[in-house]
């Protein structure tokens, strides 16, 4: 997968991206349809010094313009709808904005006429410096931004002085990709790892379907009118497990999977259990992540997690549905990472495997100029 820098992932940009604009009326239903389908919806990043930045937050800056010597992007790049993020010149990325009209200059003294009578005011650019820094330029792009939201900052590391990146470029000729088998992807891990919201946020950024085998436990004890405490739910989960396949088939059932259909599944504790799961979604590519912690983050987490102190910590891990986790299903795992860094992180660090092992993500890949 090409990179939008050296340190951080397209994918892992869109995963903050979406929990930046979270809960958003406008932007969180159309940043994920952005991220699902990238032929659909251009993605760019434009770098701003004040005091034009603030005056687009302001409503007071209503165009965004770009000027070039060379035909480069935004020029025959950028479109209607297209999203925009707007990044501060050596700061982080502090607002997303869409792309409304937009207009193609090639310059000569008539088109700068133009630009000059119509967008003087939308372009807050008042002052003659703005023009004379820009005489040499033979090309300009003039856009309106609308939808402007100001968000939490998102670092980004550039390291060319391109103000404008494009993303994600939209391109209607690009056909998606099919991919000829389903992909399964399963997570193991000790209590307190983070499998679950890991694979929480790895089913939204690839729009699949997730499944828990934990939950459907939770879901049984409930059926029986048990208390949820975890020893008791070990006991449930040990029982079940002795009927692999029906366990597996019931999981799978219990969240309408399909076969064709991709899945994220939380919860793997056994090998048998992993076996099972490939058997019945034949002939899905089942893959699996083992998320790996030191002792001491781990059982920080459930501290701070659960608001006790740890105790029986150490008996809950010696019970039959832990144990395989710590030693087998590690070594059978595809991919491992590290529990303590952000979430966000290995989302991208497991997008960059997927892509190193040729994993069809039914996706078209974002492409970088």
Not at 65 to 79: D, H, L
Not at 111 to 118: K, L, N, P, V, Y
Request: charged share 30%; hydrophobic share 40%; with cysteine.
């Amino acid at each position: 997968m090409k990179k939008t820098s050296d340190m951080q992932s397209w994918y892992s940009l869109m995963v903050e991206l979406r929990e930046a604009v979270k809960k958003d009326p406008f932007w969180e239903p159309y940043l994920n349809s952005a991220t699902r389908n990238p032929a659909a919806f251009g993605i760019h990043l434009a770098v701003l010094v004040e005091p034009y930045l603030q005056y687009i937050l302001d409503g007071k800056k209503t165009v965004e313009s770009r000027f070039s010597i060379n035909r480069i992007a935004p020029y025959g790049e950028v479109q209607k709808d297209d999203i925009l993020l707007l990044k501060r010149s050596g700061g982080p990325i502090i607002a997303i904005c869409q792309v409304g009209q937009v207009w193609f200059y090639e310059l000569n003294p008539q088109s700068w006429d133009e630009i000059r009578d119509e967008f003087t005011q939308m372009l807050c650019a008042q002052d003659p410096e703005f023009w004379n820094s820009r005489r040499r330029a033979s090309y300009a792009t003039l856009m309106r931004v609308r939808k402007v939201k100001a968000i939490d900052p998102i670092k980004y590391i550039k390291r060319d002085r391109r103000g404008w990146v494009v993303l994600s470029a939209r391109d209607p000729q690009l056909k998606l990709s099919i991919p000829k088998k389903a992909t399964i992807i399963g997570f193991s891990g000790a209590i307190g790892s983070g499998k679950s919201t890991l694979s929480k946020m790895l089913a939204e950024s690839l729009g699949w379907g997730r499944a828990g085998f934990g939950d459907y436990v939770r879901n049984e004890a409930q059926k029986q009118k048990l208390p949820e405490r975890r020893e008791i739910l070990q006991e449930i989960g040990a029982h079940l497990v002795e009927n692999g396949d029906e366990f597996c088939r019931n999981v799978l059932a219990w969240v309408g999977w399909r076969a064709g259909d991709n899945l994220v599944i939380d919860g793997i504790r056994h090998s048998s259990i992993l076996g099972s799961l490939k058997k019945l979604t034949k002939p899905s590519h089942m893959l699996l992540i083992h998320i790996s912690i030191d002792e001491e983050t781990r059982l920080d987490r459930i501290v701070n997690r659960d608001g006790s102190h740890g105790a029986g910590l150490k008996v809950l891990d010696q019970h039959s549905t832990e144990i395989e986790v710590r030693d087998s299903l590690k070594d059978l795992a595809d991919i491992v990472v590290d529990g303590r860094v952000p979430v966000s992180e290995n989302v991208g660090h497991i997008f960059d495997v997927l892509k190193i092992k040729r994993v069809v993500i039914n996706r078209p890949r974002p492409r970088v100029l």
